[in-house]
């Protein structure tokens, strides 16, 4: 195993099995790095999977271990890169960390956890509800569950008194919705889940009309069954948030914060703008790396966007990389958003 520090950067590499990777850990459990990539196989030309966001690389093996990619009595060839950015705070409050093309430049602007959290929760139409079974005591008891979506990005689920769920919830409140985005790239764990946690009750009546009309929005064919006799409106309170945003990113986020927050205006747009850069624009996201990042490229693709920037994942001689690049100013909508990455093109064209 060889591990070498210079000024901004870790590089470890390893051909050898699990428990001698993980003495790596302890020595890397403090560094705090971003650009990360780690590859598995036989040659470094194998599989590389990079990751985009601030962590600690102790963290970071110790999740890859957990998760079956070696096994103790295999010789595995293992590359673990980190670039060294700044000290990243363990608060749930961080509201802009991302990727920059170099150490001495700040952090690129995203949207807050507490943002990313709500636009995740308005996104989706259905998530996995865990109650307290009643008859297994203290264990939790999974649902498949339609909801919709207050103001205040409260869920709100039409049950049956028939249902296990509704009887578990009226014997204790106390649940959680575990919300996952469904348009990743395949890889489960890479994807953005939201785990909200709360107490959920009966709506009063005068708030059942308001209900009943954002539910039947989003699931017409209730309409069938709404207004029989064991089928009722609950609402969660939330009393706290935990997002995940991927590979090593992830913290809670106060309920204030997220009742406050709004989903991202990009929200229902963002696929249909990532699918024609994606398709018609490629060059010009390989000119936008190089000009924002200082990333020269053979490919690129944008992965998401938002009215802050968006991120791109590049085919470069090193391998795989990500990077966030930031629109000069926020965006609102799809015009704006197309009028500012024409901007960024044409100023990027001009530059020698």
Not at 130 to 158: E, N, W
Not at 205 to 223: G, H, M, V
Not at 321 to 334: K, M, Q, W
């Amino acid at each position: 195993m060889t591990v070498a520090r210079v000024p901004g950067r870790i590089s470890i590499r390893s051909r050898g099995p699990l428990d001698e990777l993980q003495s790596v850990v302890a020595a890397s459990n403090e560094e705090t790095c971003d650009d990360i990539s780690y590859r598995f196989g036989r040659s470094l030309a194998g599989d590389q999977h990079p990751l985009h966001k601030q962590y600690m690389c102790g963290k970071v093996l110790l999740a890859l271990f957990s998760g079956n990619n070696l096994r103790n009595n295999h010789q595995t060839l293992f590359h673990l890169d980190c670039l060294k950015r700044k000290i990243m705070s363990s608060s749930s409050s961080r509201s802009h960390g991302g990727t920059a093309a170099a150490s001495n430049q700040p952090p690129v602007a995203e949207p807050s956890f507490s943002e990313k959290a709500r636009t995740l929760a308005y996104l989706a139409r259905i998530g996995s509800l865990s109650t307290l079974s009643r008859k297994q005591a203290g264990f939790p008891f999974g649902s498949v569950m339609p909801y919709g979506l207050d103001r205040l990005g409260r869920p709100i689920f039409l049950i049956s008194t028939m249902a296990m769920h509704t009887q578990n919830l009226q014997a204790d409140p106390r649940a959680s919705l575990l919300i996952v985005q469904t348009d990743g790239d395949g890889d489960p764990l890479g994807a953005s889940r939201v785990t909200l946690l709360g107490n959920v009750v009966t709506i009063p009546q005068p708030e059942i009309a308001d209900a009943r009309k954002l539910y039947l929005e989003r699931y017409t064919n209730s309409r069938y069954w709404v207004d029989f006799e064991d089928f009722s409106f609950y609402r969660m309170d939330v009393v706290d948030v935990y997002y995940v945003g991927g590979f090593g990113v992830m913290g809670w986020v106060k309920a204030s914060d997220y009742d406050q927050s709004e989903p991202d205006p990009l929200a229902e747009m963002a696929s249909g703008i990532i699918e024609h850069m994606n398709a018609d624009h490629k060059d010009a996201l390989i000119l936008l790396a190089r000009m924002s990042a200082g990333i020269e490229s053979q490919e690129a693709a944008m992965t998401s966007v938002d009215r802050l920037g968006f991120h791109v994942r590049l085919k470069t001689s090193e391998g795989m990389r990500g990077v966030r690049i930031a629109f000069p100013r926020e965006v609102r909508n799809a015009t704006e958003a197309r009028r500012v990455l024409v901007e960024m093109v044409q100023r990027g064209r001009k530059q020698p």
